[in-house]
């Protein structure tokens, strides 16, 4: 089991519900065809389609981010083992109800998977009640297979780390979003970060929550059962097209997925090496509720901290050359570049063809890499870079 003797605290921004509703209302109308936040009262999780093992999301709620993944690099440790009980106390909220997104335990599953905790954790008196999930990929046929943790294991462990809410599972009032229809190049998850990272500059704060998909399809994050044996640079050969391409209907994900949810793992996991250093994990998943947190102080600096911003008349421009695995990034003056521009960023010259990276309906993954010619064509924008691949010409 990990030491988890070291925490760090940190109080988060609680805005007013009221406040938040419109500030929430506001940003995500420019990213979804119809919007609608409300405040209202907590519906009874107990019940279908949640079936929590609480009625609510209410009462002395925290946030806390446990472990990390640089605990992934170069090899994942997995002697990093964490259980929801002392997690519970280290969060001084012992009893509480966590869910949230980690990875499954492997020493005790036998492989890797991805964790979807609810767990009621154990109090003076009363037992543990483990509701979670965990999703691997199906050796018969190579899909994504989600099982319920308690049929199979007795324990309340997760490993490597663990992005998780905590509370007292009581009702009361909350955010409730509803979307549909992306108009934007935005997901739910990145248009809500940047709604609120515009609003509040200068202030901490997190969402944690749950949510359902109702109808659709959603690009979903599930490991390679062998990639906990592997290096790193292997691990992202095995998985980069791969996650390109995997798609769940809204049948399959009726479950949450909370707090910092660890998506675009891969792509996270390249900017450390290039950086040289660990860094902050993808802004919070959505949603219902604010609240203070608790931070694992094995994680590296706040997003706030880590992160510069880019100057406001400047947009980052990055892509891959060629066989190289590992892409190149810079940033030009301008939101609007061509194709003639960003030739010129290129230091070896030949004959090659140019795809960008941009928004979709034609493709259940959402998005393509569609070529550009035209010199003077303006490079596609996707989630506020340009990213494209350079592919040489035999």
């Keep these: 089991m990990a030491d988890i003797s070291k925490t760090e605290k940190v109080r988060l921004h609680v805005p007013d519900l009221e406040e938040l509703r419109g500030v929430l209302q506001a940003g995500l109308d420019t990213n979804f065809a119809e919007v609608q936040v409300s405040v209202v009262e907590c519906p009874d999780l107990s019940k279908e389609p949640f079936q929590f093992p609480v009625k609510g999301l209410c009462g ?9 993944v640089p605990y992934l690099i170069p090899l994942p440790q997995k002697h990093k083992e964490y259980n929801m009980n002392i997690i519970s106390k280290e969060l001084e909220l012992p009893g ?6 980690a990875a499954a335990p492997s020493r005790i599953i036998g492989m890797n998977a991805e964790l979807m905790p609810l767990v009621l954790t154990e109090a003076e008196g009363r037992p543990s009640v483990n509701g979670s999930y965990f999703s691997s990929i199906n050796p018969a046929n190579g899909q994504c297979l989600q099982e319920k943790y308690c049929d199979k294991f007795s324990d ?38 940047k709604t609120l990272e515009a609003q509040y500059p200068d202030k901490s704060l997190a969402l944690g929550g749950t949510f359902i998909i109702q109808k659709g399809k959603a690009k979903i994050h599930i490991m390679f059962l062998v990639m906990v044996s592997l290096p790193l640079m292997e691990r992202y050969l095995i998985t980069e097209s791969w996650f390109e391409k995997q798609n769940k209907s809204s049948e399959w994900w009726k479950v949450n997925r909370a707090s910092q949810a660890h998506t675009q793992l891969l792509r996270y996991v390249m900017e450390v090496i290039q950086r040289g250093r660990a860094a902050v994990r993808p802004a919070p998943v959505p949603l219902l509720n604010m609240f203070p947190a608790v931070s694992d102080s094995e994680l590296s600096e706040p997003e706030h901290k880590a992160t510069k911003k880019q100057p406001c008349g400047n947009i980052t421009v990055a892509y891959y050359f060629c066989e190289e695995l590992i892409p190149y990034m810079t940033s030009v003056k301008g939101r609007v570049v061509t194709l003639g521009q960003f030739k ?14 941009k928004v979709s309906d034609d493709f259940d993954c959402g998005v393509v890499f569609e070529e550009v010619r035209e010199d003077d064509a303006v490079l596609p924008i996707f989630e506020e870079k340009i990213i494209g691949k350079v592919e040489r010409v035999d």
């Design 96 to 101: 509480a109800f966590i869910l949230g997104a």
């Design 344 to 357: 010129e960023l290129l230091t070896k010259k030949g004959n090659y063809r140019y795809y960008f990276k």
């Design 156 to 193: 309340c462990n997760f490993g490597l780390l663990g992005n998780l809410y905590a509370c007292e599972g009581k009702p009361g009032k909350v955010i409730e979003v509803r979307a549909k229809k992306r108009t934007g190049s935005n997901s739910l998850v990145t248009a809500l970060r």
């Design 60 to 68: 002395n709620p925290r946030i806390t981010d446990v472990g990390g």
